[in-house]
Nanobody, 115 residues
Framework: VQLQASGGGLVQPGGSVRLSCAAS????????WGWYRQAPGKQRELVAG???????NYAGSVKGRFTVSSDNAKNTVYLQMNSLKPEDTAIYYC??????????WGQGTQVTVSS
């Protein structure tokens, strides 16, 4: 299974960006998707997650600004990020947790929030 993330880039404060992450390969079942981020000098942190039953959870710092969604038919997860702040600057990683609770990680996509 391979995950390919896309959609990152440079965005101004207050702007929006949508990340996508598509999984390819043989996937027996999906338990959940997640988005993590890692800023320079900081630990990787969970940003948002969504289960196969569409239950979502968010880090407190992004709640109300970010929205995670998934398209199970396309094996794709999205992260809509609005009202972006400079502190959202990080490499964003997607992760797929399979039905047997194995984690597959994407390669990461850079999001830079700066004027």
């Amino acid at each position: 299974v391979q995950l390919q993330a896309s959609g990152g880039g440079l965005v101004q404060p207050g702007g929006s960006v949508r990340l996508s992450c598509a999984a390819s390969g043989t996937i027996s079942s999906v338990y959940a998707w997640g988005w993590y981020r890692q800023a320079p000098g900081k630990q990787r942190e969970l940003v948002a997650g969504i289960t196969s039953g569409s239950t979502t959870n968010y880090a407190g710092s992004v709640k109300g600004r970010f929205t995670v969604s998934s398209d199970n038919a396309k094996n794709t997860v999205y992260l809509q990020m609005n009202s972006l702040k400079p502190e959202d600057t990080a490499i964003y990683y997607c992760v797929l947790t399979s039905g047997v609770k194995y984690n597959y990680w994407g390669q990461g996509t850079q999001v830079t929030v700066s004027s």
